[in-house]
């Protein structure tokens, strides 16, 4: 054969470039695949068309509603104290509910006070089911951030909870997520689990009855 | 040349057909066990593309069933009393009384022997033998018709000198310990006919248990441990009316327990030294000692002082003077700085059946001049009054599991305080309810401590003073005892 007569440099040449060109060849069709998945992967799905605007969290002309917000005092009995804010009556309950937390984010004007929630703590999500519970998601630094201790912690979720189901009647337990998702305690302390209003930690009289006065 | 690639292809050959024959011998064979009511049939199972396969002729001939092994038509029929079940080697299809029933997986025929995958049993012969056949997924072991089965759970525990294996049995059992110290293990025979474990073995090891593992192969139930050299002693203790069974591996041999090979009836289980001022202590065998936080989650801080050092050293000194006062075993939660979630905390109590959990804190006020000590109950209903299903709970959820025992928390915070505020004068110690992770599920007496305020310069020079600390849990310890021995009998 004439392969065999071949001087035996020649031949091992030959045999490493086949070897070189068939590994190349494999290179080249997976390029292809990848361009080809490249295409395949250029959807238009860049943008998320379901995006709500934001909507205002009242109206101009929304009358004025007095609520009172519950913050960490530093009275010896009671581990929170209420203070009074005007907020706006807007029609949806659950931008009145924003409208309250956002006052609790933003901390106490009285200087006997103490805010509740860490800083930089932003309110993410409100949710209220037919049932009267209300799913409130802050972002992760409400965790993260909290400086600790049983007590503080537990003035931290009543904040919250107390705010909430005082000045909404329609509301009766509050969810706390934190970061979109359910976590056991806040840090540690206080289970995260429905919770209702608690006034005996508080200098504040239950309202009187009067039925859905809102 | 032609002689070394002659040679390549005779290894590569010699190799493969060595590969080839030995697959089925490894995958053949490990001992299977169907407990019936009154017999136990121990079958050699096979493993064939990866799913478990019984030889169907042992079984049938156990039961007592009529058979016809048709080697013409290829089929394989079992006659029932009105009923008649047919089979066709490679075929998930199986026919009883005409009606076709597939299988997972099929129906194997391997020279005069017919094999059955698993679900055969449930799915096909169950109809003809009249008989259901219950399989834990993962086991190797089927229980047929009304064969009483008693579960097992086990769970093993790290209790510093010695390890605790816990053996929660679904109802009473005899159980015999065999200790073999020569082969390095102890094996505790389970005196019951059909033992259902929810587990094969435990996942478990440390530096006294290398491995457990449940044997029933030879229809003698029985727990295989591995010990390590360490292990001086094993000690059985039972509880709850032969329900639980508290094995427990010792470093040292302790005065009291005797060179017995079976020991029914030892001593409580205790890890302190025997101390001659002891008072013993009725109701309160195990107290549960939580150090809270740990690991990647410090709790409150003040500089590099950390609330989770805080609380373990303030939960080592409180163990000691547990023990220094009552005979009653003393458990940390954690006794290293691990994170742990507040559910594991608590099933540390709960596996340890203990009497009394304490979980310790330290406290953080924004207010620097705030005292920031409390003693935390759980509070009650924290969800607000659900409306309770008609009819009533069928089951409770875990976090009502604070409910039966809320009088006796009470009381005992109620001794704390006075102990506290005694030993701390000028220090108030109320007694506070909160919804508290730790103490929800706790199906015993259990109570938070806070103590201090990091946010203070001068509590955290108290906190850290091993004066202070010893002070502190002494009074603990002085409450605990007076709950033990007359607060709850």
Redesign the interface.
Same mark, same amino acid.
């Given at each position: 054969m004439a392969a065999s007569r071949l001087p035996r440099h020649l031949r091992i040449g030959l045999i490493v470039l086949t070897v070189g060109s068939a590994i190349a060849l494999g290179l080249f069709v997976d390029v292809i695949g990848r361009v080809q998945e490249m295409v395949r992967e250029k959807d238009p799905e860049t943008s998320n068309p379901f995006t709500p605007a934001a909507a205002p969290l009242y109206e101009q002309n929304d009358p004025p509603m007095p609520v009172k917000l519950f913050f960490p005092s530093v009275k010896e009995d009671v581990v929170l104290s209420s203070e009074e804010q005007t907020i706006f009556r807007s029609a949806g309950l659950t931008n009145r509910a924003r409208q309250i937390l956002q006052k609790l984010l933003d901390g106490p004007k009285t200087p006997t006070l103490y805010p509740s929630v860490p800083k930089d703590t932003k309110l993410q999500e409100v949710f209220v089911d037919d049932t009267g519970m209300a799913y409130v998601d802050f972002s992760s630094t409400i965790s993260a951030n909290h400086p600790g201790g049983m007590l503080s912690e537990q003035a931290t979720v009543y904040s919250i909870v107390n705010s909430l189901v005082y000045n909404l009647p329609e509301i009766r337990q509050v969810k706390i997520l934190v970061g979109g998702a359910e976590k056991e305690t806040l840090a540690g302390h206080c289970l995260l689990l429905p919770l209702a209003m608690d006034l005996s930690i508080t200098d504040v009289a239950p309202r009187e009855q009067v039925n859905n006065a809102d | 040349m032609r002689r070394i690639v002659t040679g390549v292809v005779l290894a590569i050959l010699a190799t493969a057909i060595l590969l080839f024959y030995s697959r089925p011998l490894s995958a053949a064979d490990t001992d299977f066990l169907i407990y019936f009511e009154n017999s136990t049939l121990a079958l050699k199972s096979q493993t064939i593309d990866r799913t478990v396969y019984l030889p169907l002729q042992d079984i049938v001939r156990h039961l007592g069933l009529a058979s016809t092994d048709a080697t013409g038509s290829l089929t394989f029929t079992i006659q029932g009393q009105n009923s008649r079940l047919v089979l066709t080697p490679g075929s998930g299809f199986i026919s009883y009384n005409d009606q076709p029933i597939l299988l997972q997986n099929p129906i194997r025929r391997e020279g005069n022997q017919w094999l059955v995958p698993l679900d055969f049993l449930s799915q096909g012969l169950s109809r003809v033998a009249g008989l259901e056949f219950r399989y834990r997924p993962g086991s190797r072991r089927m229980f047929a018709g009304r064969v009483a089965t008693t579960e097992l759970a086990m769970n093993a525990q790290s209790l510093g000198a010695l390890t605790r294996l816990t053996l929660r049995a679904g109802s009473p059992i005899d159980v015999e310990l065999q200790k073999e110290t020569a082969q390095r293990r102890a094996v505790i025979v389970l005196k019951a006919k059909a033992i259902d474990p929810a587990r094969e073995r435990l996942e478990y090891k440390d530096a006294l248990i290398q491995s457990v593992a449940f044997d029933d192969a030879d229809g003698m139930p029985r727990l295989v441990i591995a010990i390590a050299d360490d292990v001086r002693d094993v000690r059985l203790t039972s509880s709850d009316g032969n329900r639980v069974y508290f094995v427990d591996f010792v470093r040292e041999i302790a005065t009291e327990a005797g060179p017995t090979t079976a020991v029914a009836s030892a001593p409580p289980p205790a890890a302190s030294r025997p101390n001659p001022n002891v008072t013993a202590s009725s109701g309160v065998r195990v107290i549960v000692i939580d150090a809270? +936080?740990g690991g990647i989650?410090p /709790? $409150? $801080?003040n500089g590099s002082t950390l609330?989770k050092d805080l609380t373990l050293a303030l939960a080592r000194r409180l163990r000691s003077a547990v023990q220094s006062r009552l005979s009653s075993t003393v458990v940390l939660t954690r006794d290293s700085d691990v994170a742990m &979630? @507040?559910?594991e905390r608590v099933a540390v109590a709960n596996n340890n059946q203990a009497g009394l959990l304490i979980s310790l +804190? &330290?406290? #953080? @006020?924004? *207010?620097k001049? %705030? $005292?920031?000590s @409390?003693i =935390?109950i759980m509070?009650p *209903? #924290? &969800?607000?009054?659900v409306p309770e299903p008609a009819g009533g709970r069928l089951f409770l959820p875990w =976090?009502m599991a604070y409910r039966l025992n809320a009088p006796a928390s009470k009381a005992m915070a109620e001794h704390l305080q006075r102990n506290l505020t005694q030993a701390t004068p000028g220090s108030k110690f109320?007694i506070? +309810?909160?919804?508290? /992770?730790?103490l %929800?599920s706790a199906t015993m007496p259990a109570i $938070?401590i806070?103590v201090g !305020?990091? !946010?203070n310069e001068e509590s955290v020079k108290t906190l850290t003073d091993p004066e202070f600390q010893t002070k502190f849990t002494t009074s603990i310890a002085a409450a605990i005892e007076q709950f033990a021995t007359g607060g709850r009998k």
């Open positions: - | 809270g +936080h989650e /709790g $409150a $801080a609330e &979630t @507040s559910e +804190h &330290t406290g #953080f @006020s924004p *207010d001049m %705030a $005292a920031g @409390s =935390y509070k *209903d #924290f &969800t607000g009054g =976090y109320p506070r +309810h909160g919804p508290i /992770g730790v %929800a $938070a806070e !305020n990091l !946010n």
